[in-house]
Each structure stands twice: as structure tokens, then as C-alpha cells.
T-cell receptor
Framework: GAVVSQHPSWVICKSGTSVKIECRSL??????MFWYRQFPKQSLMLMAT?????????EQGVEKDKFLINHASLTLSTLTVTSAHPEDSSFYIC?????????????FGPGTRLTVL | GDSVTQMEGPVTLSEEAFLTINCTYT??????LFWYVQYPGEGLQLLLK?????DKGSNKGFEATYRKETTSFHLEKGSVQVSDSAVYFC?????????????????FGQGTILTVHP
């Protein structure tokens, strides 16, 4: 099946620094990728929809200046958490939509655990 | 807006027991419905899906039927295994009327932790 990778799988950073997370579709092209945040024992919360070649669409309540998303190619989207603070610590998951494969063809990455000290 | 409600967990069962995880939804139009599974340390994987009313999705012994009249999509398995231990998420995707293509945005339920003991 289709594979989506994320890098890094975990990262620890100091408060005030920025962290970049990459999401790649390895064997298909994804014009649309999604970024989610998952809190412990809670559901996934959609943060933004990333469209190749255009600006990301952010969900209500998500700070676009804090969570910068770039979708520069059909196989890569990046999420940069700027000036990270402890409350940004979470599990970030991306998914990529394979439009050619029909309804429900959205593949998830393994997630990135961010810990801000 | 769209929403998905799953039964509260965690659910603990013995091997070979019958499993039901309830899921109900609220949505406008005709959404597609999904069950995703997240095994420990792994990403979410699509378990099964149904795209229209009365469709039954099935995979690996799991089944769920799209019930529009009750806005439900309950997950069932007749005999669970230890390897089924995971977190299960019910989700819906808003469906446009343009050729049945999905916008792709998923709304998830809160997830249900399933633990199966030998």
C-alpha cells in the first residue's frame, strides 16, 4: 500500500526555538496533505489542509503564524512550529491524499512526538 | 458542523469474544464513513469504509454497516484476537456531489482503546 513517512519521529527542543517536521508521500503524488495534532488518549484534531503550490487552509483556532505549513512539491509538506512552547508539546500526524485511488485513500504518517522543554 | 461520537473506552475482552464499538455521526449531505486502526507505535491505517447508505465495509473479520436512518456505523468482529489490540477511530469525510469525489477532510471520533487478553 501507499506509504507516508514523517521525519523526525521524535524531537525535543528548548522553549523559543523552531522545529520543522517533514511529511513525504513515498510512492504516490499528493496534491493535498493534512496535518493533525493528537493529545494523549484523545482524538486527532485537524490543524490545516496543505495544498501543493498554494497557501494552506487552517482550521479555526489554529495560529497560522505559529504553525507554518509549506507544500512545495507533490510529495513533501512541512510543518514548522515557530517559537515553540511547552504547550505545543504533542503528537503531530500528517496524512496524504491519493486522489487517483478513490474515496478514502488517505494515508497517514507514523507521527512525530514533539516535546518542548 | 460535522461530528463523530464513539463509545467510551477502554474496552477489554478475552480472545474469541465478540466485539462491538458504537459510532454515531452528525453531518450534512452524504458523508463517507471510515474506521481507522492505530496499532501501538504505528500510524493510522484504514480498516474499512462505506460510501453510501446500507453499504457494508469489511476487512480482517471486522464489519460495519452504514445506517443512514440511525446515523450509525458500528464496528463489529465476531471473534477478536490478541493482535487486534489497538486504538480504533471512527471517522467521516464530507462528500461533495461532484462525481462522488471526497473533499478529503476527515472528522474523527475520540478513539476507543481495545485490549484483548489471551
Amino acid at each position: 500500500g501507499a506509504v507516508v513517512s514523517q521525519h523526525p519521529s521524535w524531537v525535543i527542543c528548548k522553549s523559543g526555538t523552531s522545529v520543522k517536521i517533514e511529511c513525504r508521500s513515498l510512492d504516490f503524488q499528493a496534491t493535498t496533505m493534512f496535518w493533525y495534532r493528537q493529545f494523549p488518549k484523545q482524538s486527532l484534531m485537524l490543524m490545516a489542509t496543505s495544498n501543493e503550490g498554494s497557501k494552506a487552509t487552517y482550521e479555526q483556532g489554529v495560529e497560522k503564524d505559529k504553525f507554518l505549513i509549506n507544500h512545495a512539491s507533490l510529495t513533501l509538506s512541512t510543518l514548522t512550529v515557530t517559537s515553540a512552547h511547552p504547550e505545543d508539546s504533542s503528537f503531530y500526524i500528517c496524512s496524504a491524499r491519493d486522489w487517483l485511488a478513490g474515496v478514502g485513500s488517505q494515508y497517514f504518517g507514523p507521527g512525530t512526538r514533539l516535546t518542548v522543554l | 458542523g460535522d461530528s463523530v461520537t464513539q463509545m467510551e473506552g477502554p474496552v477489554t475482552l478475552s480472545e474469541e469474544a465478540f466485539l462491538t464499538i458504537n459510532c454515531t455521526y452528525t453531518a450534512t449531505g452524504y458523508p463517507s464513513l471510515f474506521w481507522y486502526v492505530q496499532y501501538p507505535g504505528e500510524g493510522l491505517q484504514l480498516l474499512l469504509k462505506a460510501t453510501k447508505a446500507d453499504d457494508k465495509g469489511s476487512n480482517k473479520g471486522f464489519e460495519a454497516t452504514y445506517r443512514k436512518e440511525t446515523t450509525s456505523f458500528h464496528l463489529e468482529k465476531g471473534s477478536v484476537q490478541v493482535s487486534d489490540s489497538a486504538v480504533y477511530f471512527c471517522a467521516l469525510s464530507g462528500l461533495s456531489n461532484a462525481g462522488g469525489t471526497s473533499y478529503g477532510k476527515l472528522t474523527f471520533g475520540q478513539g476507543t482503546i481495545l485490549t484483548v487478553h489471551p
